[in-house]
Every structure is written in C-alpha cells, then in structure tokens.
C-alpha cells in the first residue's frame, strides 16, 4: 500500500514512479546519448578545440555558460517532449523484447525452411564475437540512416519536422521527436536487433552477444564518448578529411540547414551518405541556420502545416 492512498492511489505512484526512473535515466545510465559522463567527455573536446584556435573559437563557448542558451521556447519546447514521450512509452521495454524475440524466431523459421539451421553450440569464439558486434553496428547504422531518409519525405516529413524545428540546439535536442517518430525508432532497433540474433543462431547455433564495455555497447560507447552530444550543439566542429567516414558535429549541425536538410543523413557512419548521393562536407562557405521562429508546440504534435 501506498503512503499516501488519498493522494496518490497505488497504480498511479507506480506509475510516477516509472516515469521519474525513465526521466533520470536521460542523466545517470550509460545507455543513454546524454549521461553525466558523455557530457563531460564533451566539454572536454570542445576545451581542446577551442583552444587550439582561441580567439575566434572561444565565442562558441559562452552560450553553454548562459541560462537563455538552456532556457528559451525552444528548450523548452525540447524539455516538453521529452516529459511526454517518457510518460507515453513507460513500460514498453516488455512490448519491445516481445518484438525482438518475434523478429528473431521469424528470421531463424524463414531461414531454416531454406536449409537446415547450424547445431547448438555450447561456447562462442572471438571471430564470432567480433564478427556479430560489426555486423550488429553496420546493420544498426545503415538502419538508421535508412529511417531517417524516409522521414525526410513527403509522407513522414512532418512528423520529423517536430525535430528541424529547433532554433536552439543542445544536446538535449536530441530528444526533440514526434512521438510517432520515437515510435518509429523503437520499432527499428527492436527488429533489427532481433533479426541479426535469428540469423547468427541459425548460421552458428549461438545466442551471440555484441561486444559490450561496462554493459553496453563498445560501439556505442566509444560514439558517446567522443562527442556524440556535440551534434546537437552550437559548437561547429569539423573532422576535416575523416568526415568521408564518419560524420562530424557540424555535418549534423549542418543538415539542421534548411538548404542542407536532405545531406548528411547518417548518424556515425558517412558511407550511406556517400552511398545513397546524400553526403556533403562542411566548410567555411556554409552557414548552418535554424528557425527563426518558434512554432507552437501543441500544432507541431498535432502535424499542422
């Protein structure tokens, strides 16, 4: 029983409950993009950068110290979303295992009814470790890249709009979705996930796992560590000759453009970009420019024009 039945019955504080461990989450778990951790590790880099050519850089700094840089319709428009996309998609990791587990079994009976699968095995090797973790991460960010694509047309485009209408970025923004995208984004990472673990349990008879640095990802790690949040930032930093490989904050800072809006759609991987034709470099002709506007947020969730 509750504390407090009067105020807060039992389902209901559980429910409160669920949605404050998911807000937290966004700050404390290293599975999230903006843990405490990323954002240091970030700060750190813009340090670095910044002092590498101070007296024309050192302006991209001060608005992290400024509170109208964090507070301002747009922000909070973002801080919003990110209230009620927790509170509409609390519980779901359940539906999502679901899915996982669904995909998996579907790619293992399609794939068996061509050949038969692989025997159990009792143990994994290193070959398959790496094997599976690359695979997984290609798979994952060709995905991605492809999702975001479709978001970018006609039919889907203005549920991404919600997204390309900040006129502020922090790393925050990140989270500035539709929740019909963040829908959307969930299903792929669940099918996905669970279709490269039906195909490796059929070709090796393993349930294999990904290669993991302090229970997540490595992949995934390594990406935040090393600037992942400065994407969504105002800090325009370029990788020079390795944005033909990996896409840099300001690439994606770039793509916020309304005349870039179409480029530079992957999120770590510049390859399907080069791929797809869809891949442009920064340089110091390019403006990166935001709304100037900040439409309500109540017609943006409801897809008005």
């Not at 599975?31 to 670095?48: G, K, M, N, P, Q």
């Not at 910044?50 to 608005?63: D, N, Y």
């Not at 009976?109 to 695979?135: C, D, F, G, N, W």
């Amino acid at each position: 029983m509750s504390a407090f039945p009067d105020m807060f019955p039992d389902g209901l504080l559980f429910t409160l409950i669920q949605w404050l461990q998911a807000l937290s989450a966004i700050i404390w778990t290293p599975e999230s993009r903006t843990f405490w951790a990323y954002w240091l590790s970030a700060a750190v880099i813009v340090v670095i950068w910044a002092t590498a050519s101070w007296p024309s850089r050192k302006q991209h700094l001060k608005p992290w110290l400024t509170l109208s840089y964090w507070w301002n319709t747009s922000t909070r428009q973002d801080y919003l979303l990110i209230l009620l996309n927790s509170l509409i998609f609390i519980g779901s990791a359940g539906f999502w295992l679901v899915v996982s587990i669904s995909m998996a079994n579907w790619a293992f009976i399609a794939l068996s009814s061509l050949s038969p699968a692989a025997e159990l095995a009792t143990s994994t090797s290193l070959t398959l470790l790496v094997s599976y973790s690359i695979v997984l991460f290609l798979a994952e960010d060709l995905s991605r890249y492809g999702l975001h694509k479709l978001l970018h047309s006609r039919w889907l485009w203005r549920i991404h709009a919600v997204h390309h209408s900040a006129s502020i970025l922090t790393p925050l923004s990140l989270f500035r979705v539709h929740p019909l995208e963040k829908l959307l984004y969930q299903l792929r990472s669940s099918c996905v996930h669970g279709l490269m673990i039906g195909i490796f349990f059929y070709g090796f008879g393993v349930q294999q796992q990904a290669w993991q640095l302090f229970g997540i990802s490595g992949f995934v790690l390594l990406f935040n560590i090393f600037g992942a949040n400065l994407r969504h930032s105002m800090v325009p930093i370029s990788f020079g000759k390795l944005e033909h490989f990996l896409i840099s904050p300001v690439q994606h800072q770039l793509h916020h453009s309304p005349g870039y809006s179409r480029q530079n759609l992957g999120s770590v991987l510049a390859i399907w970009d080069k791929l797809f034709g869809t891949w442009t470099q920064a340089n110091n002709e390019q403006t990166v420019s935001l709304p100037k506007v900040d439409k309500p947020l109540l017609h943006q969730l409801l897809l008005k024009r």
